[in-house]
């Protein structure tokens, strides 16, 4: 099944983009535990909707625009 902005897989959506959860818990300002719990659905809902929002925003983002954000988190800054 083809990874996509609907999928429930949110761990495989951050690999399909390629990036780290550590890159991840960079661009959203959040601890990596947080970021690991989101993705194996232990954490409540709000912050589930918060990360796949995110993940849907960086699918959606031309590549360029997503290289950029990602280039951020790597620096230490959030995801603008």
Known sequence: MALGRHSTDLGGR???LGA???LMARGLGI???KVI???RGGA???RL???AAWLSRLEGAA???RKQQFERAAN???FV
């Open 63 to 65: 590549p360029a625009r």
């Open 49 to 51: 909707s918060f990360y």
């Open 44 to 46: 409540p809902d709000d």
């Open 20 to 22: 780290t959860q550590r």
């Open 37 to 39: 719990a989101i993705e």
């Open 14 to 16: 951050r690999h399909a």
């Open 31 to 33: 601890d990596l535990e």
């Open 76 to 78: 230490g800054e959030r």
